[in-house]
């Protein structure tokens, strides 16, 4: 139940496109839902995040879309750059908890 | 730059030995959490210290222990090394300890190799 789940694997999109990436959690107490950028050689870097009491989030060519029922978030990019190649992880935590759980990460490559 | 620096950034060990891992935080952050990154997966918690004593525990066995100092500064300790231990090992900081809305900084990582 603390699981998170995120799809694709990878994903291989061409400069200027949209990236979709989608993650799944089951634990309702869930009520933080951030994505975090992780470049190689570096850690993870907050990229945006949500909360359930919106369905939609922006900033810039990032938005997060949220689905309370179905316990489903995604994260999409829009007019994808090479300099978004990274691979990109989902979270969740619940009001008191210290931890974050995340999900196994997507790699994106945006193709110049 | 997210000011916190771990080191060494990468390591070797064999199987059974001990290793220390250090992690730096931001200057006013009271919190540092440990997260172990298998290689393709996601961050997994280990622990989390708020003014130097523990505030928190992900799945992880005893061998895996932490210490916190008065003065930013933070230990990772693992004993009786495994070789499923060989991870990119994250340590973050934070100003407060509940994870809502609170912005982890991480630091860049140690790669420990367990042969």
């Known amino acids: 139940q603390q699981q998170v789940k995120q799809s694709p694997q990878s994903l291989i999109v061409q400069k200027g496109g949209i990236s979709i990436i989608n993650c799944a959690y089951e634990?309702?107490?869930?009520?933080?839902f951030p994505w975090y950028q992780q470049f190689p050689g570096k850690g993870p870097a907050l990229l945006i995040a949500?909360?359930?009491?919106?369905s939609e989030k922006k900033e810039g060519r990032f938005t997060i879309s949220f689905n309370k029922s179905a316990k489903q978030f995604s994260l999409h990019i829009m007019d994808s750059q090479p300099g978004d190649s990274a691979t990109y992880f989902c979270?969740?935590?619940?009001?008191?908890?210290?931890?974050?759980?995340f999900g196994p990460g997507t790699r994106l490559s945006v193709l110049p | 730059e997210t000011g916190v620096t771990q080191s060494p950034t990468h390591l070797i060990k064999t199987r059974g030995q001990q290793v220390t891992l250090r992690c730096s935080s931001q200057?006013?952050?009271?919190?540092v959490s440990w997260y172990q990154q298998a290689l393709g997966q996601g961050p997994q918690f280990i622990f989390q210290?708020?003014?130097?004593?523990?505030?928190g525990r992900g799945n992880f066995p005893p061998r895996f222990s932490g210490l916190q100092f008065p003065n930013y500064s933070s230990e990772l300790n693992v004993n009786a090394l495994e070789l499923d231990d060989s991870a990119l090992y994250l340590c973050?900081?934070?100003?407060?300890?509940?994870?809502?809305?609170?912005?982890?900084?991480f630091g860049s990582g140690t790669q420990l190799s367990v042969l």
């Open positions: 979270a969740a935590t619940d009001n008191y908890g210290q931890n974050f759980v």
């Open positions: 949500i909360r359930p009491d919106v």
């Open positions: 200057s006013g952050h009271n919190t």
């Open positions: 973050a900081s934070s100003l407060e300890p509940a994870a809502t809305n609170e912005k982890l900084f």
């Open positions: 634990n309702t107490a869930f009520d933080y």
């Open positions: 210290y708020y003014r130097e004593e523990e505030n």
